[in-house]
């Protein structure tokens, strides 16, 4: 059966309402993309706008840093008759570029094309999907440039310029200001202790360098937010000479997401952050049988996940709608969720290896289940 079937057209209107009036939707400027650490509390400040003197400068370090700069495309270098452009890197020395995972994760014949359209192979030699930064290997010729990174991250307030290939463009420029230090993101497939910044960046942006005003590289062009409005936010996962993180992906660590294999269809992606005192009222309005308790519920179980090892059962209904299956998990190792974002949160602060415990209410009833995670290209949608 289709969990689908309850979904009253009036109830999904007024809970669109009432529970999701938030003025943002999140987007990323490439493919999918990342996860958060523990929230952090932000700074933030209004940006003023750019002085002349400001806006002079930055374009001068974008003649001289822009060729430095990759586009990404998912094409062979000896055979690119149709190239697919998916994002931005930046070379930082020695044949090695940072870009975001996410631009790099889905590629199978990802080559880098410089300033002068030359073509060259390169291969991933680590990445970090919860930061959503990967560090490349490219066969550049000795005389392309490359970017230095900062010593320190930057001010509240710091201009900023910011090289990609959004909508299509080529390694062109936009500046703004950074307006937020270690932001949290509310979405577990988006990193947190983010730089915040007003800069409008598009799809294809993703994977490419905010560089402060001294020419360095102080973050990875990672997502953006697009208001109801029209306003765009920028987010950029910092970046320093000595960030540990770094040195890891140098040695090839590869960290994916660990996974437990559940997933929500896209009909209920708004009830995704579904507040703990309106879970009861908005199960009253769809039907879907859930019952007063909060939790998380989930309508898929991947086939051969720890999730479908474990027994975890989907939301599920009869031909006359009535609830006959599905768990609303309630904690994690002890830590209490309330809907499946707070799930995922959960759930990602732990490595693929680790062993954790649900706390499942079905039919009623309590359970503990123990599993133990993936790496999230092991589960099977």
């Not at 001068?60 to 586009?71: D, F, G, I, S, W």
């Not at 709608?321 to 002890?334: L, S, W």
């Not at 990602?348 to 706390?359: E, F, H, K, S, V």
Request: proline share 7%; glycine share 10%; with cysteine.
């Amino acid at each position: 059966m289709n969990a689908n079937r309850t979904a009253a057209p009036r109830g999904l209107i007024l809970l669109a309402a009432l529970l999701v009036a938030a003025d943002t939707v999140y987007a990323q400027p490439a493919a999918p993309a990342a996860v958060p650490a523990a929230p952090a509390t932000p700074t933030r400040a209004a940006p003023a706008p750019l002085t002349a003197a400001e806006t002079a400068s930055l374009r001068a370090l974008y003649e001289k840093l822009r060729p430095a700069t990759l586009r990404i495309e998912d094409c062979p270098p000896n055979d690119c008759t149709e190239p697919n452009g998916v994002g931005t890197a930046f070379h930082i020395g020695d044949g090695y570029a940072l870009t975001a995972y996410h631009v790099v994760s889905e590629g199978r014949n990802l080559s880098a094309v410089t300033l002068g359209k030359g073509r060259y192979t390169l291969e991933v030699v680590g990445f970090d999907e919860n930061s959503d930064t990967a560090l490349l290997k490219v066969n550049l010729p000795a005389q392309i440039p490359s970017m230095p990174l900062a010593t320190a991250r930057p001010a509240v307030g710091a201009p900023t310029l910011a090289i990609g290939n959004g909508n299509g463009t080529f390694l062109t420029l936009k500046t703004g200001r950074v307006t937020g230090l270690d932001v949290a993101s509310d979405q577990a497939d988006f990193p947190s202790g983010v730089l915040e910044l007003n800069t409008r960046l598009q799809p294809g942006d993703s994977g490419g360098p905010i560089i402060n005003a001294q020419g360095e590289v102080v973050g990875v062009i990672s997502y953006i937010s697009v208001a109801r409005r029209g306003g765009i936010t920028s987010y950029a996962v910092p970046v320093t000479r000595t960030d540990a993180r770094l040195a890891e992906l140098r040695r090839g660590v590869k960290r994916e997401y660990p996974v437990i294999g559940v997933g929500l269809d896209s009909w209920l992606d708004f009830l995704t952050n579904l507040p703990a005192d309106r879970f009861a009222e908005a199960d009253e309005l769809l039907g879907l049988g859930l019952g007063t308790t909060p939790g998380a519920f989930f309508t898929r179980v991947s086939p051969g996940s720890p999730a479908a090892q474990a027994g975890l059962r989907a939301l599920d209904y009869d031909e006359d709608g009535k609830r006959i299956a599905g768990d609303i998990v309630t904690a994690v190792n002890g830590q209490r969720v309330n809907n499946f974002s707070d799930f995922q949160f959960a759930v990602r602060r732990y490595q693929p290896g680790d062993t954790i415990t649900l706390r499942v209410l079905r039919d009623g009833k309590t359970l503990d289940l123990r599993l133990t995670l993936v790496p999230r290209t092991a589960v099977r949608n």
